[in-house]
């Protein structure tokens, strides 16, 4: 099997979460995303779509007020995450200032457009949405950041689909169902082996997670 054809599509299916716009809901916010992020495989991108988010909602809160009915939608427009933050008020626009180092605020679309590589405002009858987009270092929407572990893991998978379903062509692409049920075979078969050696796999898995950790 051609270990370039065996790569698995990522499902980025577009999120959405209806919310209260209020300071407590920031935290939350960020942290649903960030776990959205991780199984989209994009984390290295948490931190600045974290930026965004919070001046965007910080945006609704000061200028159409608290606890006024947003939605934050979450998907993807090619290869870049969007960010789109909706509310009711087509009045109150966001606007970029050159806020100076004393000023109390102004700072919150300076900061959504040093961030981003590119932000904008869309007016409907009744409500506006203010979106960001940021890139993701993805050759393809529904791709993934070629790193050396995940190519690796690749070429494992590759392999052992090879193995599972000798009867496919030999240059079929797997889907993503027999990608990862090559992918939990390889992990059985790994734990396994590390039985049969007199090895602890529970502290194996512990120290595999330690490592995916560090890679975020």
């Excluded at 779509?49 to 090619?78: D, F």
Aim: hydrophobic share 45%; proline share 6%.
């Amino acid at each position: 099997m051609d270990l370039n054809a065996c790569r698995s599509e990522v499902r980025r299916k577009a999120w959405e979460l209806p919310f209260l716009a209020e300071p407590r809901e920031l935290a939350s916010l960020r942290r649903l995303m960030g776990l959205r992020l991780r199984q989209w495989g994009i984390p290295h991108v948490i931190d600045a779509a974290a930026i965004c988010v919070t001046e965007l909602v910080s945006n609704v809160i000061r200028h159409v007020g608290e606890l006024t009915p947003t939605t934050l939608t979450v998907s993807m427009n090619g290869t870049f995450l969007r960010l789109d933050v909706q509310d009711p008020d087509a009045r109150a626009l966001p606007t970029l200032l050159a806020a100076g180092p004393d000023a109390e605020g102004g700072r919150g679309m300076a900061l959504v457009d040093a961030t981003a590589d590119r932000w904008g405002v869309i007016l409907r009858a009744d409500s506006k949405v203010t979106w960001c987009e940021l890139a993701t270092g993805l050759t393809a929407p529904d791709g993934h950041v070629p790193t050396p572990g995940v190519t690796r893991a690749e070429a494992l998978i590759g392999l052992y689909g090879s193995v599972r379903h000798p009867t496919d062509p030999p240059r079929t692409r797997l889907s993503v169902a027999m990608a990862e049920e090559s992918a939990i075979a390889v992990i059985a078969d790994l734990l396994l082996w590390l039985r049969a050696h007199g090895c602890d796999p529970d502290e194996a898995l512990d120290r595999a997670q330690g490592n995916c950790d560090v890679a975020r």
